[in-house]
């Protein structure tokens, strides 16, 4: 990534890069899950025809330049925080090339059952809107060595941050869409860190799948939960698969009666199908699903 694009990365995808790792004293942080009678439930994403946890276990937590507070926690620790989301009924798990889990992932697939998780992925795009064809098939197949796996479930173009995003990535949505067409990636989308960006989004028919900021206070958002919440329904109401992040605003709402709250007005608009959030113990694995579950009930 070149100087442009990282400083272009901090300012636009990251509100949450820049604030620290989620402090344990602030969030569930025994490294035993909590009790978990039953497991988290599952949902249809979207008419993307595939069937999600309520819950994905994200990998990206302050991630950029290849690595995240996941990886950071090294691979026996993230090989068990990921076996650990998985006992608990997690299976969907959030993964991109700029956040270097990937191969952490493919350790974990070691006990995980490839056939019973979905896995998402992300590609860059700032410095390849013009790859050919062949180029983005590249990319894809490194990918899948990378994740030790014939097939990508979802790949989304990262971070997108322009009302023209459409346009300007179109050869590489006509990639994917090739690739979709031959089985290798199973359903495509974007992940929007600009509210333009995220209005086309929610219009497109090529987007399967659209991970969006969204929390009850607006914390590292595109706009106010009053205006992204809109956007979010003609989205799924058009059968976009929707993938809430930023639950917890990057670490600034988690404060037990914020997480809460967040999770509640996520979960009880009927307009996110799964929510993915950047577990960093396995005490927070099992606070998250328990709430969930409670939500449910």
């Known amino acids: 990534?070149?100087?442009?694009?990282?400083?272009?990365?901090?300012?636009?995808?990251?509100?949450?890069?820049?604030?620290?790792?989620?402090?344990?004293?602030?969030?569930?942080?025994?490294?035993?899950?909590?009790?978990?009678?039953?497991?988290?439930?599952?949902?249809?994403?979207?008419?993307?025809?595939?069937?999600?946890?309520?819950?994905?276990?994200?990998?990206?937590?302050n991630g950029w330049r290849h690595q995240s507070n996941q990886t950071r926690l090294g691979m026996k620790n993230f090989v068990e925080l990921a076996e650990t989301a998985y006992a608990g009924g997690i299976t969907f798990f959030d993964v991109a090339d700029t956040y270097g889990s990937h191969s952490y992932l493919r350790e974990a697939l070691k006990t995980i059952p490839r056939d019973k998780i979905v896995i998402l992925t992300k590609m860059w795009t700032e410095s390849n809107r013009g790859f050919a064809a062949p180029e983005a098939a590249q990319i894809l197949d490194r990918f899948r060595r990378e994740i030790g796996t014939d097939y990508l479930d979802?790949?989304?173009?990262?971070?997108?941050?322009?009302?023209?995003?459409?346009?300007?990535?179109q050869?590489?949505?006509?990639?994917?869409?090739?690739?979709?067409?031959?089985?290798?990636?199973?359903?495509?989308?974007?992940?929007?860190?600009?509210?333009?960006?995220?209005?086309?989004?929610?219009?497109?028919?090529?987007?399967?799948v659209l991970l969006a900021r969204i929390n009850h206070a607006g914390r590292a958002m595109d706009n106010t939960p009053a205006n992204v919440?809109?956007?979010?329904?003609?989205?799924?109401?058009?059968?976009?698969?929707?993938?809430?992040?930023?639950?917890?605003?990057?670490?600034?709402?988690?404060?037990?009666?914020?997480?809460?709250?967040?999770?509640?007005?996520?979960?009880?608009s009927g307009n996110v199908d799964a929510m993915t959030i950047g577990f960093e113990n396995t005490g927070q694995i099992g606070d998250a699903i328990n709430r969930i579950k409670q939500i449910l009930n």
């Open 229 to 268: 919440m809109p956007v979010l329904k003609r989205a799924h109401d058009r059968g976009a698969g929707v993938i809430g992040m930023k639950i917890f605003g990057a670490g600034a709402l988690t404060h037990e009666a914020q997480r809460q709250r967040s999770l509640e007005y996520v979960w009880n």
């Open 1 to 61: 990534m070149d100087t442009w694009s990282r400083r272009k990365f901090l300012q636009s995808c990251a509100a949450g890069f820049t604030v620290a790792a989620i402090p344990t004293n602030l969030w569930a942080s025994s490294k035993t899950v909590h009790a978990l009678n039953t497991k988290l439930g599952q949902a249809k994403l979207g008419k993307s025809g595939l069937t999600v946890s309520r819950l994905a276990m994200g990998t990206g937590t």
């Open 154 to 169: 979802i790949v989304l173009l990262h971070c997108q941050t322009s009302p023209n995003w459409l346009t300007e990535t």
């Open 171 to 208: 050869r590489l949505r006509e990639a994917l869409s090739q690739a979709k067409s031959q089985g290798i990636v199973r359903a495509h989308g974007v992940s929007c860190h600009n509210f333009e960006a995220l209005q086309a989004a929610a219009a497109s028919d090529w987007v399967d």
